[in-house]
């Protein structure tokens, strides 16, 4: 497995956080792999509930991807072109394998993709049915400055700024932890010369 370590992570209020976990070389796979997915499952600008769209642009690999429209967000097991997901990349599973802590395979793997100005609200990552297990994040292109709040709304944050290469784990009693992304350091990187940052989060979902 091509990641640079396996040290122990960092903690930070019970998320696990690997710095550089995977090598230039492994991420330049994963993004060769996350070509692919993109052509079968093209990203897309969810709505709110609320009618407004998300400033990241979504798509999904695996059984079920995550969707969000004027009727709610929930995990569907078709894209919203009507075409199933394509599988989760193996660059990708090796990953969940090497810090999930679990033999259950995770059911999808959401892409996020922020471009220039894109941000993620304060949330929790509650639509799944069982939070025994991980969610399970990696970080490609751009650094995000991530900000993690406690397992109620309100109070006090910290924050921390995610690299390419970077994975985080939200399990355990930080597993409905609210947690986001204020703001992207968004430029030409080494990895995306054109700028953007990808957020690859694995779940369980049902
Ligand atoms: O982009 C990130 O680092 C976090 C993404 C996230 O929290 C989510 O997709 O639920
Ligand atoms: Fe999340």
Sequence with gaps: MPHATTAKPLLLRG???YKSFLTPSAQEAMLSDLRDV????????PMTPYGKPMSV???SSGT????????GY???PQHPDGTAWPAIPETIMEVWRAVSQTDRSPDCCLMNFYAE???MGLHQDRDEADFAYPVVSISLGNEALFR???PERGGKTESLWLHSGDVVVMGGAARLTYHGVDRIKFGAS???PKGGRINLTLRVVD
């Design 190 to 192: 080494p990895l995306m």
């Design 38 to 45: 993109v052509r079968a499952a093209p990203l897309f600008s």
């Design 57 to 59: 642009r979504m798509t």
């Design 117 to 119: 100005g894109a941000r």
């Design 15 to 17: 998320f696990e956080i």
């Design 64 to 71: 079920y991807g995550w969707v969000s429209d004027r009727r």
């Design 148 to 150: 993690i709040g406690n």
């Design 74 to 76: 929930r995990y569907a």
